[in-house]
């Protein structure tokens, strides 16, 4: 397989009463969340994408209301080729409330946690938002500095 040949992958979203789930790509290069094709309804479907064999970020936002606490986030970078995608480095987040996510001074935590459906709702994150090559690198930075790390709200962290 060449380097130039698209490959397929798959995030998801998840809109009901007590579960909302999103999972989707960043793309470093390009800094910007990457468009997929909604394949579903409004209430849980998957986002597939045809994307180069290259390094991507998941973002991944999964929330409970019997976990405590309720809402994660985890960061994961990922070394996307045909046949495997390799984790490079994660970072979790668990917190209760959206303010926590203001404090790591990254707006991409912010406008992802703002896609995710609520009750019924299809994600509505920004694909045109490119953020700066500033702000991209202290995302990097965050990951790998926090890498296979839960930072929960409550507890003390750096």
């Given at each position: 397989?060449?380097?130039n040949?698209?490959i397929e992958?798959?995030?998801?979203?998840?809109?009901?009463?007590?579960?909302?789930?999103?999972?989707?790509?960043?793309?470093?290069?390009?800094r910007?969340?990457i468009?997929?094709?909604?394949?579903g309804?409004?209430?849980h479907?998957?986002?597939?994408?045809?994307?180069?064999?290259?390094?991507y970020?998941?973002?991944?936002?999964?929330?409970?209301?019997?976990?405590?606490?309720?809402?994660r986030?985890?960061?994961?970078?990922?070394?996307?080729?045909?046949?495997?995608?390799k984790?490079?480095?994660?970072a979790k987040?668990?917190?209760?409330?959206?303010?926590?996510?203001?404090?790591?001074?990254?707006?991409?935590?912010?406008?992802?946690?703002?896609?995710?459906?609520?009750?019924?709702?299809?994600?509505?994150?920004?694909?045109?938002?490119v953020?700066?090559?500033?702000?991209?690198?202290?995302?990097l930075?965050?990951?790998?500095?926090?890498?296979?790390?839960?930072?929960?709200?409550?507890?003390?962290h750096e």
């Open positions: 397989m060449s380097e040949e698209l992958w798959a995030g998801e979203y998840q809109g009901t009463s007590n579960i909302h789930r999103l999972r989707a790509l960043y793309s470093i290069k390009k910007k969340f468009r997929g094709f909604y394949k309804n409004r209430v479907g998957d986002i597939l994408y045809r994307i180069y064999p290259g390094t970020i998941v973002f991944d936002y999964h929330s409970w209301w019997q976990r405590d606490p309720p809402r986030l985890q960061l994961v970078i990922v070394d996307i080729r045909k046949d495997e995608a984790a490079v480095a994660s987040i668990e917190f209760y409330k959206s303010d926590f996510l203001s404090s790591f001074n990254l707006p991409h935590l912010l406008d992802f946690y703002n896609a995710v459906p609520s009750y019924h709702t299809y994600p509505s994150l920004d694909f045109d938002k953020y700066s090559e500033e702000e991209n690198e202290r995302l930075k965050f990951i790998f500095r926090n890498n296979e790390r839960i930072i929960r709200e409550g507890e003390e």
